[in-house]
């Protein structure tokens, strides 16, 4: 792999770490009826624009040559269910309270990233 294509493999793995990171502090702050307003407004503002940002490298993958490949094992039997848990999580706490912005943007720029990763002819995760 050539550094630059290591570099977006880099930058997507990022961008779904970050759709993490967001997730869990949206869901740990509506769980606990307790945000911290000046984070709200950074995590808002911040998910806001990596989803544009994410949804534009989608766009972007019609130019990269086309990759089908399976998932591999750790995604199949850990992340896809992890991710499919949190999701019941989400929408059972969305029952209760409204889901801040960023958990929902943070549930998209996870999706995103990893279909990316997925898409990408030079991963390292073949």
């Keep these: ?17 970050l759709g993490v990171v ?3 502090y949206g869901g740990l702050a509506a769980g606990l009826k307790n945000p ?9 503002k911040l998910s806001q624009y990596v989803t544009l940002v994410s949804v534009a490298f989608v766009g972007l993958a019609v130019y990269l ?7 591999d094992g750790v995604t199949r039997f850990f992340f896809a269910p992890a991710i ?12 209760k309270n409204t889901l801040p912005p960023h958990v929902t943007n943070g ?3 996870l999706g995103l990233a990893a279909s990316m990763l997925r898409a990408l002819p030079f991963s390292s995760g073949t």
Excluded: C, Q
């Excluded at 499919?84 to 029952?95: M, P, T, W, Y």
């Design 1 to 17: 792999m050539t550094p630059f294509e290591h570099l977006v493999e880099l930058s997507f793995t990022f961008l779904a770490f």
């Design 22 to 24: 967001l997730i869990a």
């Design 36 to 44: 911290w307003g000046p984070l709200d407004t950074i995590a808002d």
């Design 65 to 71: 040559p086309a990759s089908v490949r399976s998932p």
């Design 84 to 95: 499919l848990v949190l999701v019941i999580g989400a929408l059972a706490l969305g029952r």
């Design 107 to 109: 549930f998209a720029i």
